[in-house]
């Protein structure tokens, strides 16, 4: 499993566009917490990099007030996406669902999103940046699926409408 993980990662990396990777060096302080407290929420969360050089975003969703969101983004320079389709992800869960999302402007009020499953073990995301849909507060918007020419913010958030503790641990995001 573990081979074929690496082999996929090797082939990835080749033939993509990085948007971060995650090692013991990185500057982690473009990522920003935004948690449900913007809106009188009690949830809580961190991003750091792990003792393997990882970046670890965990912490705590709760409902109270209600709250129900953490999430994480990083807002970058724009980059086009015109040659590639998806974005890929090495990744490592805790078993719940998250979603990815991304803006072509950090000055959109919505996002493009999609849920994924993570499994407890090492995974390779790959979502189509045309999977990606536009929603603002939980609500889909009648707007087209991502057709843009560029990214310049990605961001995960956990909100399962349940009070649970979470751990998202990140290797690295490319664009292929």
């Known amino acids: 499993m573990n081979l074929i993980l690496l082999l996929l990662f ?26 449900d407290v913007v ?10 990099i792990n003792k393997e050089g990882h970046g670890q975003f ?10 129900g969101f953490s999430s994480v983004r990083h807002i ?27 803006k072509d402007s950090y000055k959109n009020y919505f996002s493009y999103i999609n849920t ?12 189509h940046l045309s999977n990606l849909y536009p929603s603002f507060r939980g609500r889909k918007l009648t ?3 991502f057709y ?4 310049e913010e990605i961001s995960f958030l956990i909100s399962n409408n ?6 998202l641990i990140i290797d690295n995001i490319y664009l292929k």
């Open 10 to 35: 090797v082939n990835v990396s080749m033939n993509s566009i990085k948007i971060f990777d995650f090692n013991s060096k990185s500057n982690i302080n473009s990522w920003q917490i935004v948690n």
């Open 116 to 127: 994924f499953s993570t499994s407890g073990e090492w995974q390779v995301i790959e979502i």
């Open 76 to 102: 970058f320079k724009p980059v086009s996406v015109k040659k590639t389709n998806k974005i890929i992800i090495k990744l490592k869960g805790d078993g719940k669902d998250y979603q990815l999302r991304i």
């Open 58 to 67: 965990s912490g705590t969703v709760s409902t109270e007030n209600n709250g």
């Open 148 to 151: 843009h020419d560029v990214i």
């Open 39 to 48: 809106m009188g929420g009690k949830s809580s969360s961190t991003i750091t």
């Open 162 to 167: 349940k009070n649970e503790k979470f751990q």
């Open 143 to 145: 707007k087209p699926n």
